[in-house]
C-alpha cells in the first residue's frame, strides 16, 4: 500500500468508527502519544487498537476536513463530539518506509471536550484492561476536573470575550 493509501483508509476507518480497519494502517510497532499524559505512551498495534475501540465508542460524527502532507508526514484535523460537547482533533503521522503509520500524534481543543474525552477513555480503558477498581477510581477523579473545565467554558470564559 501507498502512503496515499494508508492515509485514506485511516480517514475513512475513523469516519467509520472502524477501530480493525483503523489498525490495519499502523505498523506493528507503532507509538501513539496521547493528548492527555506525557506520563506513557501507547505502544505496539495491539495497545493502539484497544485505545482507538474505547476513542470510537466515546467520539461519534468523525468527519475529517483538513488534510496536509509532506514526504512521510502527514497531518490531519477532523471534528466530531463526545456527547453534545464538540470537538477538533489535530493527528500528525509520520510513516514508515511501507507507508504505514509509525507515529501518530494527537492533538484536540477544546479543553472541556478534552476533558470530556479523558473523564471517558481512562476508566473505560482500565475496564476493558480488568481493573474495575482503577476504573472508579479514574471516573471519580477525573470528574472534578471535567466539571469546572464545563463550569468554566459556560459561565466565566465567556466574560473574557473581545466584544464584550
Known amino acids: 500500500m501507498s502512503s496515499e493509501d494508508v492515509v485514506s483508509r485511516w480517514r475513512l476507518?475513523?469516519?467509520?468508527?472502524d477501530a480493525e480497519a483503523a489498525?490495519?494502517?499502523l505498523?506493528?510497532?507503532?507509538?501513539?502519544?496521547s493528548p492527555l499524559t506525557e506520563q506513557f505512551r501507547f505502544h505496539g498495534r495491539d495497545q493502539v487498537r484497544v485505545l482507538l475501540?474505547?476513542?470510537f465508542a466515546a467520539v461519534s460524527g468523525i468527519h475529517f476536513h483538513t488534510q496536509v502532507s509532506q514526504d512521510s508526514t502527514c497531518a490531519l484535523f477532523y471534528r466530531g463530539s463526545i456527547g453534545t460537547r464538540q470537538l477538533e482533533e489535530a493527528q500528525l503521522l509520520r510513516l514508515d518506509e511501507t507507508g504505514h503509520i509509525r507515529e501518530l500524534?494527537?492533538?484536540?481543543?477544546?479543553l472541556p471536550a478534552l476533558t470530556a474525552l479523558m473523564s471517558a477513555l481512562g476508566p473505560e480503558l482500565a475496564r476493558r484492561?480488568?481493573?474495575?477498581?482503577?476504573?472508579a477510581l479514574l471516573a471519580v477523579s477525573t470528574a472534578p476536573l471535567?466539571?469546572?473545565t464545563r463550569l468554566g467554558d459556560r459561565g466565566i470564559v465567556p466574560l473574557a470575550a473581545p466584544d464584550r
Open 23 to 25: 489498525a490495519a494502517c
Open 53 to 55: 475501540e474505547a476513542a
Open 105 to 110: 500524534t494527537l492533538f484536540i481543543r477544546s
Open 13 to 17: 476507518a475513523g469516519e467509520r468508527g
Open 129 to 135: 484492561r480488568g481493573n474495575r477498581p482503577l476504573a
Open 146 to 148: 471535567h466539571a469546572m
Open 27 to 33: 505498523s506493528q510497532d507503532v507509538v501513539l502519544i
